[in-house]
Structure formats: structure tokens, C-alpha cells
């Protein structure tokens, strides 16, 4: 069954009005919430960086949907102690949080001034913590000892029952290498023609898997305006998957950003101008077999954005 969520996009916005943006997505009919995980933002213009685990407490206590949150176990966190969060959380909401894990990035990751691991060892890492977490999940006391060492852990409190864990994918070889251990796949809204390979190659070894995808958009009156708005907000995050996990502060991004161009926002961002250009895209992921649809209006105005789905996509979404 299909579910459109919104996205609690902490780099842009405060907790404070993040939680409210959510509480408004749940009573005009959205039925899933996800929320982004970072320590540093994308830009150092009008930006925040919440503390998203202390955020899903509150959320998940104020709002009833199920929630998602895009996360990298390690190494700026353990993954024992990301289990223990998510274990927590789940005993007290009703399993109704999942996660979806990737690599890291060099802006959240540095903070602890380690070494910065090619993608190769940083995937081998990422494997060997969701295998400790689930094995932390199902009641065992783990001790491990690879790209990260865990000695005598246990959880005293489990989860009422295993959380999914989503791979994040933007590549058609990270889609190929994830399917063989991942609950489900979460990727972007890439061109037509990538997503539907990314998403053959992964079914391809995971038939099972479920499919969700981060619809990036702009929304504005006209698609001029969405366009400046997608290029004022957005940019820093277009710069291909290799610059986002290397550059490792907020300013980098802001200097590597200059040579971006208003027109680039096109192929990355869906500019929005009416509820039928929402209401085409919902329908055509959803054919392409997504089952959570997760949307992301990147520029300041969410309470416009908000408006617009309860009022045409969300009520027209139901009726097709």
C-alpha cells in the first residue's frame, strides 16, 4: 500500500518548526513522516542542524504516522548505540520507526577528526554495523571486531519487533551491492531512465525489497520562481555523490557551489507550479513500484507547500 510522507529536513529548519510542519503533514492526510540526520548543514546561510534523535522522541509522542529517519550508523555514532536508540524508541511507539543507512558523509563524519575512508572500506563499515545492530535488536550480546569493534554489548530493552533497514542508494552499483542485505531501498528523484536501472538492479537481487524514494521539489506560484527558490535553497546539494561525502564543512560546500547554475536545478529538483505536476509524479512512482513517497519541498515555504497538498494533491491522490 502506498504511503506519501513529508520530509523534516533538519539542515534547513529549526526543531521547533519542524515538529509543527509535521504535526500540520498528519492532519491534512500525509501518512508517513521522514527526517534527515546531520550534524553540520549544507550551507552556512540561514541554516540549523537539530538533534534529530532528541526530535523523533517528541515527534513520534506528538504524531501518530510511521516515521523514518536517513542515517549513517558509524562512525560519528556506534551502531550499539544506534540500536539502543532505535530499540527505544520502538519499545515505546509501537515499532513504528525505521532506518535507512548509508556510508556517511565527511561533513557529519569529521567532527571526530579520524581518518576519512575511501567508499570501498566505508561500505564494508556500514555493513558490518547493521549486521550488529540487528543482532543487538534480536536479544544477543555481540562482541565483533572489524572496521568497528564492539565487545560484550547486549540490549535490556528490545524493540517490540526487528526494525526495517533501508539502504540508501544513489548509484546502480550501491543498488546492486545493498540488495543482498537491506529490508528496502531509498533513493532521489534521478532521471526517468537512471531510476528505473537503479531500481531493476536492486529488485534484480532483492525481489522482495521495498522500494521508497525522496521526491526532491520546489513549489512556487510559477516555475520561474521555483527554479531561483530550488537554486537559493538547494544548490550545495547537487554536486554529485562524491563531492557530498568528501567535502567536509558547511563553507566548502558554499565555495564548491558558486559554479552551480539556476538552469542545473532542473535535472535535480521537481519545480512545481500546480497540484497536477505533484499528482503526475505521485502516479508515476507509484508505477514504478515505489511504496513510500516521501516529498521534500526544499525552499523556505513549507506552510504554502503544505497548504497545496491538503487542499488538491493529497484529497486527489486518494480518488485515482
Known amino acids: 500500500m502506498l504511503k506519501i510522507g513529508y520530509h523534516a529536513s533538519h539542515e534547513q529548519f529549526s526543531p521547533r518548526d519542524l515538529l509543527q510542519y509535521a504535526q500540520n503533514a498528519e492532519k491534512i492526510g500525509f501518512q508517513l513522516i521522514t527526517s534527515s540526520d546531520h550534524f553540520h548543514p549544507w550551507s552556512e546561510t540561514d541554516s540549523h542542524s537539530g538533534f534529530a534523535w532528541s526530535w523523533l522522541g517528541a515527534a513520534l509522542q506528538a504524531i501518530k504516522l510511521e516515521f523514518g529517519i536517513i542515517t549513517s550508523p558509524a562512525p560519528r555514532y556506534h551502531p550499539a548505540i544506534v540500536a539502543q536508540a532505535v530499540a527505544t524508541l520502538n519499545q515505546m511507539f509501537d515499532n513504528r520507526l525505521w532506518i535507512a543507512v548509508g556510508s556517511g558523509q565527511a561533513m557529519n563524519e ?119 527558490l530550488a537554486w537559493e535553497n538547494w544548490r550545495n546539494n547537487i554536486l554529485g555523490g562524491d563531492s557530498q561525502a568528501m567535502l567536509s564543512h558547511p563553507k566548502l560546500f558554499d565555495e564548491a557551489a558558486r559554479f552551480v547554475r539556476v538552469e542545473d536545478m532542473r535535472d535535480h529538483v521537481l519545480l512545481v507550479d500546480r497540484p497536477e505536476v505533484l499528482i503526475s509524479a505521485l502516479k508515476k512512482y507509484k508505477a514504478m513500484g515505489f511504496t513510500r513517497i516521501t516529498l521534500h519541498n526544499v525552499n523556505r515555504d513549507q506552510v504554502g507547500f503544505l497548504e497545496l497538498m491538503g487542499s488538491d494533491v493529497l484529497p486527489s491522490f486518494k480518488q485515482v
Open 110 to 228: 569529521n567532527i571526530k577528526g579520524e581518518f576519512w575512508p575511501d567508499k570501498q572500506t566505508r561500505n564494508e563499515r556500514l555493513q558490518e554495523s547493521v549486521n550488529i545492530m540487528r543482532r543487538l535488536w534480536d536479544g544477543y550480546e555481540v562482541t565483533h571486531y572489524g572496521h568497528i569493534n564492539v565487545v560484550g554489548a547486549r540490549l535490556y530493552t528490545l524493540p517490540s519487533a526487528s526494525p526495517n533497514v533501508f539502504g540508501a542508494a544513489l548509484s546502480e552499483k550501491t543498488a546492486g551491492w545493498l540488495a543482498s542485505w537491506s529490508d528496502g531501498l531509498i533513493t532521489i528523484n534521478h532521471p526517468d531512465e537512471k531510476l528505473e536501472k537503479l531500481t531493476t538492479t536492486y529488485r534484480s537481487g532483492n525481489p522482495n525489497g521495498e522500494l521508497t524514494i525522496k521526491v526532491q521539489l520546489s513549489y512556487a506560484k510559477d516555475l520561474k520562481t521555483a527554479e531561483i
